[in-house]
């Protein structure tokens, strides 16, 4: 569920009018709703009710400070996996103790950020990653909490890009040698051991992968236990998919997903971290377009957009399918037709959908692309040399640009030529 709505022939965000919001920041744009933000965090807050928890959110799925701002006053908890990200989780309000460290590349100066800043623990990747954090503590005076990341060698069924939990993943120590490097940890003073970390990928839409993987964590737990480790807290990731096209059968709830933690783990006595990112911010954003031309080509037509790849690289980058609606909500009964809707940039790449039944538009039209909230903005670029395009955030009837339009003199004025040339 949205809170991006036509009312009056017209797509509202919330309370206000896209179509305003177009008016004022020029197209193209991203939009996000707190209502939607604020109500998904909810839902998996509320599924783990009833055991100790922390929902952190996976700020990599969007990290404008003003969306990290709303879920941390809401009571989240945040998943970083950069030094830049836990400095903006920082700039935003949250304490250090309500952010986790993830990531398979830490470097020594992140680690000591982190370590200086405050942290709630490591979720550590590697034997290597191990020793330059118990030398980082040492030489700082502290002890680094830490969970040790394990690869349970379970196909999450998802995209290939996004998969994380298998074998040839280049994420975490496989869980066979999980007994031996918990030994190792345990032997470096500047550490101290709280968990298990797991995470197996990215817009699941099966709770069987994550039964599979959770059970093994418990297994885990029980043996670690037994070899004298105090494990406390389990670390489960997120990965909880959405409902990019409507048509498709819906995602396991939020509810679904925790009623599962409770019957696989909830016996262990463990403190439960979930890390949701796409299902919280996804369906909370929309990406604003204008049509620039109807061009018709040979055997086809194509829609082009001002908003291109380097604004919303999903298409591209994973073959992902967005709702594109207009913005004008078509009249009952219009007849729609196949169309290739594209984006300016000079790349075949430039794609958006291919063959989508659209109603009728023209130049100057406005389309939205719908669960754009997650994995737009961050990791857009300036490609053609494009600005970066504004985010903006709706709550009730008042809207506010949160990242504003750079200016093309400042895109410019960011490079430096040298004297001898």
């Known amino acids: 569920m949205d809170h991006f709505l036509y009312r009056d022939g017209a797509l509202y965000a919330e309370d206000v009018a896209v179509a305003d919001i177009a008016a004022e920041v020029g197209t193209p744009f991203y939009v996000y709703s707190t209502a939607t933000l604020l109500r998904h965090f909810h839902l998996f807050d509320e599924a783990l009710e009833g055991m100790d928890h922390l929902v952190c959110y996976a700020m990599k799925a969007n990290s404008n400070q003003a969306v990290l701002r709303t879920l941390a006053q809401a009571g989240a908890g945040m998943d970083v996996v950069s030094?830049?990200?836990y400095r903006r989780a920082r700039a935003a309000g949250v304490p250090g103790d309500r952010i986790v460290f993830s990531g398979v590349g830490k470097t020594e100066e992140e680690i000591r950020t982190a370590l200086q800043g405050g942290i709630r623990q490591f979720n550590v990747e590697s034997e290597p990653e191990l020793a330059v954090l118990n030398a980082s503590?040492?030489?700082?005076g502290v002890t680094a909490p830490i969970t040790i990341r394990v690869n349970p060698d379970v196909d999450a069924k998802t995209h290939?890009?996004?998969a994380t939990?298998?074998?040839?993943n280049k994420f975490g120590i496989p869980i066979a040698r999980a007994r031996e490097v918990y030994r190792m940890a345990a032997d470096m003073p500047g550490l101290e051991i709280v968990g298990i970390d797991v995470h197996i990928g990215s817009q699941l839409t099966d709770l069987a992968p994550f039964e599979a993987a959770y059970r093994k964590v418990a297994?885990?737990?029980?043996?670690?236990?037994a070899d004298g480790h105090d494990i406390r807290r389990l670390d489960l990731g997120g990965g909880l998919g959405i409902p990019y096209e409507r048509t498709n059968a819906d995602p396991p709830l939020p509810s679904d997903y925790g009623a599962l933690i409770k019957r696989t783990l909830g016996h262990l006595g463990c403190e439960i971290e979930i890390e949701p990112g796409r299902l919280i911010a996804g369906n909370a954003g929309l990406m604003v377009s204008a049509v620039i031309y109807v061009k018709s080509g040979e055997g086809r037509d194509f829609l082009i957009l001002d908003g291109a790849m380097n604004d919303l690289i999903r298409p591209a980058m994973y073959d992902a399918y967005h709702d594109i609606v207009p913005v004008t909500e078509p009249a009952a009964g219009i007849d729609r037709a196949p169309i290739d809707i594209v984006g300016p940039v000079c790349e075949s790449g430039d794609t958006f959908a291919k063959q989508r039944m659209m109603p009728p538009l023209a130049a100057g039209d406005l389309v939205a692309f719908r669960s754009a909230g997650a994995y737009g903005a961050v990791m857009s670029s300036e490609y053609n040399s494009r600005p970066l395009i504004p985010e903006i955030l709706v709550k009730g009837d008042q809207f506010a640009v949160i990242r504003r339009r750079p200016t093309f003199d400042e895109l410019i004025n960011r490079d430096t030529i040298p004297e001898w040339l």
């Not at 297994?219 to 236990?225: F, H, N, P």
């Open 137 to 140: 503590a040492r030489a700082l």
């Open 219 to 225: 297994e885990l737990t029980e043996t670690l236990r």
């Open 165 to 168: 939990g298998k074998s040839e």
């Open 83 to 85: 030094g830049g990200e």
């Open 160 to 162: 290939a890009k996004i």
